[in-house]
């Protein structure tokens, strides 16, 4: 594997980073389970914490990876296993909108990892294009 070591640096940064999120706010689950706006609220502000931790995640990863690889769904995986494992086993504040709020984060954490990667092949684009002009401009 040619990206061992990134995606060790980068599996141990999200993981570390996605279990903070989760201790930190888990007195804000117990909201999720409030029917109307407010849990509603809450449950997508969950949401959207973790898409943006998988987005820019995942494309600051691809952004230096050449091959085709498919690390970046590792990436989301990872994001999404501690405050899954929260909810599903630690958290007793939730016990009716416990399954939503799983398929709440994991959905969140997917549709970060894929738009993630669309943004990260586009820089991937621009860095080789960089990269190029620079060496152009070394060999002449």
């Keep these: 594997m040619q990206h061992g070591a990134r995606l060790f640096a980068y599996t141990t ?3 570390m980073i996605s279990l903070a999120i989760i201790v930190f706010t888990n007195r804000f689950l117990e909201f999720v389970t409030d029917p109307g706006w407010i849990g509603l609220v809450t449950l997508l502000a969950f949401g959207f914490v973790y898409l943006n931790l998988s987005y820019i995640s ?3 990863f691809v952004r230096k990876v050449f091959e085709q690889t ?3 769904y590792v990436l989301a995986l990872l ?3 501690p405050p899954g494992f929260w909810v599903g086993f630690m958290s007793d ?3 009716g909108s416990r399954l939503i709020t799983i398929v709440v984060l994991a959905f969140s954490c997917g ?3 894929y738009y993630g990667h669309r943004s990260g092949k586009r820089q991937q684009k621009e860095y080789i294009e960089k990269l190029r002009q620079k060496q152009q401009a070394k060999g002449e």
């Design 93 to 95: 504040e939730i016990e």
């Design 79 to 81: 994001i999404f296993l």
């Design 58 to 60: 995942v494309k600051r």
């Design 13 to 15: 940064w999200v993981v």
């Design 70 to 72: 498919k690390l970046h």
């Design 111 to 113: 549709l970060g990892a």
